[in-house]
């Protein structure tokens, strides 16, 4: 089972760049959540999605944004990069109403 | 607002001893903790904690929860250099439908 998916593992980007962390899991589960983790600050929620369709804020929404059109796959987006969003980025997953979430293992961003 | 405290955040050991991580939460309409281990890469579940009282247990690790005093425990006995890794506490927000993490506590076990 390959379980939640996420690319690239690694990315450099430039302040003022775009890109798009993918996000994808096989476990046909409603919940879709993506995390960033920095040094000493545990794991904080960016935006998060209960079905295709529907997304919402999380702790540190801005900058980022997000879509779910399949249940399937969960695109996190940077429009335009700075510095501080330099950060691991975890995708998790888990059915509607389990508080067990079953995570990616992260892409590394850095941005110079 | 809701939060979750663990303490301490660091912690050095030697192998065999034991110790214990602490996890307080203040969160609205609470319905579950959760402890993951997170060695180099995704956070590993370890346990869910609903009711009071009840201890979960797997090998030389165990959790209880204290709904009154709003905290938990995780004990680790007869450590060993595997155990090294940060240990995240979280709790289900009710209100807002998502887990919220506490900043971990990494530990490190010497040989």
């Known amino acids: 089972n390959a379980g939640v998916t996420q690319t690239p593992k690694f990315q450099v980007l430039k302040t003022g760049q775009s890109m798009t962390l993918q996000c994808a899991q096989d476990m046909n589960h409603e919940y879709m959540s993506w995390y960033r983790q920095d040094p000493g600050m545990g794991l904080r929620l960016i935006h998060y999605s209960v079905g295709a369709g529907i997304t919402d804020q999380g702790e540190v929404p801005n900058g980022y944004n997000v879509s779910r059109s399949t249940t399937e796959d969960f695109p996190l987006r940077l429009l335009s990069a700075a510095p501080s969003q330099t950060s691991v980025y975890f995708c998790?997953?888990?059915?509607?109403?389990?508080?067990?979430?079953?995570f990616g293992s992260g892409t590394q961003l850095s941005v110079l | 607002e809701d939060k979750v405290v663990q303490s301490p955040l660091s912690l050095v050991v030697h192998e065999g001893d034991t110790v214990t991580l602490n996890c307080s939460y203040e969160?609205?309409?609470?319905?579950?903790l959760l402890w993951y281990k997170q060695e180099k890469k995704a956070p590993t579940f370890l346990f869910m904690l609903?009711?009071?009282?009840i201890e979960k247990k797997s090998g030389r690790l165990s959790s209880i929860l204290d709904k009154k005093e709003l905290f938990s425990i995780l004990n680790i006995t007869a450590t060993q250099t595997g155990d090294s890794a940060i240990y995240l506490c979280a709790d289900w927000c009710g209100s807002q439908g998502n887990l919220i993490f506490g900043k971990g506590t990494k530990l490190s076990v010497k040989p």
């Open positions: 609903t009711s009071s009282g």
């Open positions: 998790a997953s888990s059915p509607w109403g389990n508080e067990k979430l079953f």
């Open positions: 969160v609205t309409n609470f319905r579950s």
